[in-house]
Structures are given as C-alpha cells and as structure tokens.
C-alpha cells in the first residue's frame, strides 16, 4: 500500500506531489545506481569513490521491508529512504533523490514526513552524512546534531519532538 503525500504546490516550499511506496526486492539494483549518481561528487572530494564498491555496499545492505520509493508524477524512481529500527530508536539511510529534483523542497517534504510519523511513535532518529555534504545542511534544520565523526562520516541524531 502506498502512502499518497505533497501539497501538490511544487517549488521549493512543498516539494510538489509525491508518494511513497513500500520498497520491492526488484528495485535494488535502480537504487543502487541512484545511490551511486547521487553519492559520486562527495566521495571523489573525499578520495573514496569506487565505481564498483559505491553499488555493491546498497546491494550488501537494502531491505525492501524498512525502504521507501519515492514517486513523482513524472519519475517512477524519483528517490528513495530507509527507515529501519535500530536499538532504541531508528536509522534513517540510503536517503537520494534523483539529481534534478534536488534543491525543490521534495527531500525537505519526505524527510518531514518521516520525522513527524517518528515523533508520533517517540523514536529517537540517527544517521550519518558524509563530512562535507550539502545533505548535512537539510538534517540540521530538521533538527538533527552532530554526535560524533570520523574521517569519512558524521553522525547525527535528532530526539522526537514533543507533542503539539
């Protein structure tokens, strides 16, 4: 069953209409060529791209269960995000979307979406973003700070907001 969400309003305040749907199995190997497009300017700058491995390690880990597609009206494959439980709280990772729609406001809109279903449920959120990706720019606003980092990765985590 899909999730219908946007406000239909497009540009960078609304990330236009959109919908999740439960990750399958078959969509591995195009999210790991997103994840791969997407990831590829970050890892170069940090002398860690690997045309074969930046595939495999989505291979290595994707789950269907805890994955989300993400749709628009014109892309079947406009994104995607990975919501999975992890000792208390849950992990969000393999969070991309396809290279034009980046800078509207759809990750902002999706990213929002999650977070209010966590803070709903009272689960704490974690991730890690690569050292100097612009990514790290929307987790902040969302809420998110730095826990720790090491040369490659920084890792955030962001507590559920009160109820309103």
């Known amino acids: 069953m899909s999730e219908r969400n946007g406000s239909g309003n497009g540009g960078a305040n609304g990330g236009g209409d959109w919908r999740l749907r439960p990750g399958r199995a078959e969509d591995v190997e195009a999210v790991a060529e997103l994840r791969a497009v997407v990831m590829r300017g ?25 994955t989300s597609v993400i749709e628009t009206p014109d892309l079947p494959l406009a994104g995607c995000v990975t ?15 396809a290279p ?15 977070l209010d279903r966590a803070d709903a449920a009272g689960e704490t959120v974690r991730l890690s973003v690569l050292r100097g990706s612009a990514a790290r720019r929307l987790y902040e606003r969302m809420g998110f700070t730095r826990e720790a980092e090491d040369d490659v990765d920084v890792y955030m985590v962001r507590q559920p907001a009160p109820p309103r």
């Open 42 to 66: 970050d890892l170069e700058r940090l002398g860690r791209y690997d045309e074969r491995r930046v595939r495999q390690r989505l291979r290595d880990g994707f789950s269907a269960a805890y």
């Open 100 to 114: 034009g729609l980046q800078g509207r406001g759809l990750g902002t809109a999706v990213l929002r979406h999650l």
């Open 83 to 97: 919501l999975r439980p992890e000792g208390t709280g849950l992990h969000l990772e393999h969070f991309y979307l």
